[in-house]
């Protein structure tokens, strides 16, 4: 089974803290998301990378960075925690392939809490 | 700009059918996802509709119209544990995913 482990499943920070998410799959897979949840809202893109070293911005990329050293590790990084970054961050990770149906594996989530 | 609306809550009763509808207006289409979420847990993967009709994998069916831009997802014989938010997402020409809001569905014994 593919598997995506999320460091951490809840998280206290405090306002203006440098906040590191680490995720991991375990499958190869080349395409890895950041999403974030939010009450009454789908699921919205933060970044995404098809490759080691390559980040492309997603819908609401402000206030955020990543890193992908490693095929297996995408990294979410939240310079200057704020407020309303409280949040649940989920990861995913897919094949890439040339076929329309790319199922999309998601990790259990972090609930950030920025205070 | 792009939409995926869908239910915000339903009930149903457990034994019972459950219809829940996803409507959505992208830039192109490139196929429709269902994901079931239940609560605290990851989404994980139900179907995958590209062509119109209806396709069914046990207790849980999905229909796509690509003319009217709609999807249904079917779910029969309810049991408590299809208690969950159910997202409906769409592939847009680019090939993101464009995630609706979630339809949590409650199901009362």
């Known amino acids: 089974d593919v598997k995506v482990t999320q460091s951490s499943r809840y998280l206290v920070k405090r306002t203006g803290e440098k906040v590191f998410l680490e995720c991991v799959q375990d499958m190869d897979h080349e395409n890895m998301f950041w999403y974030r949840q939010d009450p009454g809202l789908g699921l919205r893109l933060i970044y995404f990378?098809?490759?080691?070293?390559?980040?492309e911005k997603g819908d609401i990329p402000e206030g955020y960075s990543v890193s992908r050293e490693k095929k297996e590790r995408f990294s979410l990084i939240l310079e200057s925690a704020s407020t309303n970054q409280t949040s649940m961050y989920l990861c995913?990770?897919?094949?890439?392939?040339?076929?329309?149906?790319?199922?999309?594996?998601f990790g259990q989530g972090t609930r950030l809490t920025v205070v | 700009g792009q939409n995926i609306d869908q239910p915000t809550e339903m009930t149903a009763t457990e034994g019972a059918i459950v219809q829940i509808n996803c409507t959505y207006q992208t830039s192109g289409f490139n196929g429709l996802f269902w994901y079931q979420q239940h609560a605290g847990e990851a989404p994980t993967f139900l179907s995958y509709?590209?062509l119109d009709g209806l396709e069914e994998k046990g207790r849980f069916s999905s229909f796509l119209s690509r003319s009217k831009g709609y999807s249904y997802l079917l779910l029969k014989e309810l049991q408590m544990k299809d208690s969950a938010s159910y997202l409906c997402a769409v592939t847009d020409s680019n090939y993101q995913l464009i995630w609706g809001a979630g339809t949590k569905l409650i199901i009362k014994p």
């Open positions: 509709n590209v």
């Open positions: 990378s098809y490759d080691v070293k390559m980040k």
């Open positions: 995913a990770s897919s094949p890439y392939t040339d076929s329309q149906n790319t199922e999309a594996f």
